[in-house]
């Protein structure tokens, strides 16, 4: 399928406007994309999370494809019995064998890097043909902007405030890409303002013989504290600096391969400083803050590096 | 053709998923469940079923992916016991407001702490308020026949909800007696196919399921949900009497033993209802007016056909294994005179809580409850309401 901007606005979106999602939010951004480049039938499984309770309000619903929200924790074990059934038809006789269906889990990082995680890796070790989109907002923004597994080092939230004993989330991130890789699954980074990127990762995720994991940056203008107009900029910058870096990993979790090299690495500066979560970071006495964050950028950006050269 | 073979309560479920080859099981060991699990992943190497059996990596997970397949619009089963039944907790309550016809086989085993592996039915009965249908069976006989029930049931268009079979954990689990196989066709043809109105893989229909639904309709679907429970009642009558016309073994909500013209009588559910049966027949060889009302169907509860029962009897007993901390008394007790105040039926009422973690009640112990209820028949009133039989040490 081409995916060039010109066809894609012909298209008819399965995803509808008019959800109650904020101003400004990633997640119809994703999904609009994702559900582009899925290439046969779409089913999407939905755990509990901003993007369900904004778009699948009774009586109404966002959605053109099939949809099914059943919890929070357990979304990829929902998909595990659906693409299940579907072998299950087709072994039977009772579905045609050519008809193809892209079982698609879309979740935000609560419900997949913290409750989540144990049936998220059921679903990739038992091998199961789904596609597991993460809409990475870093934090549990449904709730109110509390610190998730995802949370970034320093980042304010309002189970991680910044005051005198404390200057917000102490630990770094979870590095979900690299545990869904290490489960043989093809594993991806992308972000929303790399569009193509994103929506070839989807069509090589589907094409996939097997499980499929890509964690996707989503500014969240509310939670991260930044005007609404800003999503895809601050995407960007998380991408340049190589806080978000976007690569994929292939052949079983063995090849890694990055996708994206800046031209010049911004400094994290740049990312931080637009975002009113990381304010306290340039208040006089913690910038220790920036270097500590920078240096944990680099470790990373400097690993993977190695991983992509190694393999 | 139909035979006759030894078969433990796990054998027997096994082999009746096995005639009704569910698409999709999903499942998690656990004692005294695990058998089930074992005989069913066998039949899968073997080629005897045609299941996607999906080995989850949790009790959760489970039923969560029994959720995604019936949502599919497709056969679904699963089993469990105690622990897992307990982490199903959230599910139980989602397939049932989701309408899913998932049937669910449960050994029931206490819940910990303290640990421990052995019968008693705090698990299940602990789940009652989930939505789900839940059938008792006394011996493995009653297994076999009520999970291939269970399917009709569950499946009906006018019920369209989960149903847990429950067994009593090694008391019926593991112990081997003759269990009547049927045909392997006769099965099938029993139970259908399962045609759902709905289902996620209808693209060209798609549908939006599982939606946040806000004050403005919430009460309105859940309460759809319980009519609907209570409404099954027929349809679990009306495939137990068709099971019967069909194989010969008839099945309803409640079922009386020696009960028409009994002054005393125990009311239980599952294996409880096998020994108690010794004793009522011992005791009426002394001449002593005992019955028995053995209950099948505990949710939806039979309010009209309990109270029909008992509304000669002068004393009656509610026996059973699970204890609710701190309730005005345990559940089936409480649920017994909730349906007889209801009917305005007024018995002498007694409760005992027996067997927990797995304590034998042998029928020694179950004339002793009778012995009280003679007490209680003669004297007009009750002179302990709540009673814990065989509890040591705290007299």
């Not at chain 1, 081409?2 to 008019?18: M, V």
């Not at chain 2, 058998?35 to 080995?55: H, K, M, S, W």
């Not at chain 2, 060209?204 to 209570?230: C, D, M, S, W």
Request: neutral net charge; proline residues 5%; aromatic residues 8%.
């Amino acid at each position: 399928m081409a995916l060039n901007l010109k066809e894609l606005s012909q298209r008819e979106p399965l995803f509808t406007g008019g959800a109650r999602l904020c101003v400004g939010c990633p997640a119809p951004m994703i999904v609009k994309q994702v559900l582009y480049a899925a290439p046969h039938n779409p089913i999407v499984v939905n755990p509990t999370c901003c993007l369900e309770v904004s778009s699948a309000v009774f009586p109404y619903s966002s959605w053109k494809v099939p949809y099914y929200h059943n919890a929070f924790e357990n979304a990829a074990a929902v998909a595990s019995g659906i693409e299940r059934a579907v072998v299950a038809l087709k072994k039977r006789g009772r579905l045609a064998r050519d008809k193809e269906f892209d079982i698609i889990v879309i979740g935000g990082d609560g419900g997949t890097y913290d409750i989540g995680l144990q049936a998220l890796s059921g679903m990739l070790e038992r091998g199961h043909r789904c596609l597991y989109v993460c809409y990475d907002n870093g934090a549990y923004m449904n709730t109110g902007i509390q610190r998730s597994g995802a949370t970034p080092y320093g980042a304010w939230t309002t189970t991680s405030h910044v005051g005198p004993a404390q200057k917000g989330k102490q630990q770094p991130r979870k590095d979900i890409v690299q545990i869904a890789a290490a489960h043989g699954a093809y594993a991806a980074n992308a972000s929303l303002h790399a569009w193509r990127d994103l929506m070839r990762k989807v069509q090589t995720a589907l094409n996939y013989d097997g499980p499929s994991f890509i964690n996707v940056q989503a500014p969240c203008p509310r939670g991260w504290r930044f005007p609404s107009s800003k999503t895809v900029e601050i995407a960007r910058l998380g991408t340049e600096c190589c806080f978000y870096p976007l690569y994929e990993v292939t052949d079983g979790g063995k090849k890694w391969i990055i996708n994206h090299t800046p031209r010049r690495k911004l400094p994290v500066e740049d990312y931080l400083r637009p975002q009113g979560r990381f304010a306290h970071f340039f208040q006089k006495g913690n910038e220790y803050l920036i270097e500590e964050f920078q240096r944990q950028v680099d470790e990373r950006w400097e690993h993977l590096l190695k991983l992509a050269e190694m393999s | 053709m139909r035979k006759k073979i030894g078969l433990t309560g796990d054998g027997a479920a096994a082999e009746a998923m096995r005639q009704i080859d569910p698409e999709v099981v999903a499942v998690y060991p656990i004692t005294p469940q695990t058998e089930i699990v074992e005989r069913f992943a066998e039949f899968v190497a073997e080629g005897l079923v045609q299941t996607e059996l999906i080995n989850v990596e949790s009790e959760h997970s489970a039923l969560s992916a029994c959720c995604g397949s019936s949502m599919a619009g497709v056969r679904t089963m699963t089993c469990t016991s105690a622990q897992g039944l307990a982490l199903m907790h959230e599910m139980l309550y989602i397939a049932a407001g989701n309408r899913l016809p998932i049937v669910m086989v449960n050994v029931n085993r206490t819940l910990s702490a303290p640990i421990n592996i052995h019968n008693d039915q705090s698990d299940s009965l602990g789940s009652r308020d989930a939505g789900w249908i839940q059938l008792y069976c006394e011996n493995p006989q009653e297994v076999y026949d009520t999970v291939i029930q269970a399917v009709r049931i569950a499946e009906d268009h006018q019920v369209m909800l989960p149903v847990m079979v429950c067994l009593d954990g090694f008391i019926v689990s593991h112990n081997m007696e003759p269990v009547e196989l049927l045909d392997d066709g006769e099965v099938k043809e029993f139970i259908g196919e399962f045609k759902p109105r709905l289902n996620l893989l209808d693209t060209e229909r798609p549908i939006t399921a599982g939606n946040l639904t806000l004050p403005e309709y919430f009460f309105e679907h859940k309460y759809a949900q319980v009519y609907a429970l209570e409404q099954s009642k027929e349809k679990i009558e009306e495939v137990g009497r068709e099971f019967g016309d069909r194989f010969g073994r008839r099945y309803g909500l409640v079922e009386g033993y020696k009960l028409d013209d009994a002054e005393i009588a125990v009311i239980t559910l599952g294996s409880m209802a096998g020994t108690a049966r010794v004793a009522v027949d011992a005791l009426r060889g002394e001449g002593i007016k005992a019955g028995l009302l053995k209950m099948r169907c505990y949710r939806p509860f039979p309010v009209q056909e309990l109270a029909g029962a008992l509304k000669n009897i002068r004393a009656a007993a509610v026996m059973e294994k699970a204890v609710s901390p701190g309730a005005p008394g345990p559940a089936v007790f409480s649920d017994i005179i909730a349906a007889l105040y209801r009917q305005s039926v007024r018995i002498n009422l007694i409760s005992y809580v027996a067997g927990l973690g797995g304590r034998d009640v042998p029928v020694k112990s179950i004339h002793r409850v009778y012995e009280h209820l003679q007490k209680v028949a003669a004297s007009g009133e009750p002179d302990r309401i709540l009673n814990y039989l065989d509890l040591r040490g705290w007299e």
